[in-house]
């Protein structure tokens, strides 16, 4: 198993960047990482994963250019770094963890799970 605990987010005027980072524990090779976003009525959508070497990202197109997915692994941490922030993105931002060998952006594809923090993008 795979333990996840985030960090970061909060509340940042249009234009302006926030970065998370999550710290993993348990299991730290041969899985996926992948960041998640839940705004209210709307389903738990992808936003970028990265493989754990570090080597592989795959971004969501709503944030390609704008979100940039990082790993160091002497840390056992994941990060986020969000640039250029819309009041779209505007949501509960979740780590998660893909343990199975191919990978499926899907969120039923992650079994371990951060607790999720808040991101508010004002206008």
């Known amino acids: 198993q795979v333990q996840l605990v985030e960090s970061g987010g909060g509340l940042v005027q249009a234009g302006g960047s926030l970065r998370f980072s999550c710290a993993v524990s348990?299991?730290?090779?041969?899985?996926?990482m992948g960041w998640f976003c839940h705004a209210p009525g709307k389903e738990r959508e992808f936003v970028a994963a990265?493989?754990?070497?570090?080597?592989?990202?795959h971004y969501a197109d709503s944030v390609k250019g704008r979100f940039t997915i990082s790993s160091d692994n002497a840390k056992n941490t994941v990060y986020l770094q969000m640039n250029s922030l819309k009041p779209e993105d505007t949501a509960v931002y979740y780590c998660?963890?893909?343990?199975?060998?191919?990978?499926?952006?899907?969120?039923?594809?992650?079994?371990?799970w951060g607790q999720g923090t808040q991101v508010t993008v004002s206008s």
């Open positions: 990265i493989g754990w070497t570090g080597l592989w990202t």
């Open positions: 348990g299991r730290t090779t041969g899985y996926y």
């Open positions: 998660a963890a893909d343990l199975s060998s191919q990978f499926d952006n899907s969120w039923p594809s992650f079994s371990s």
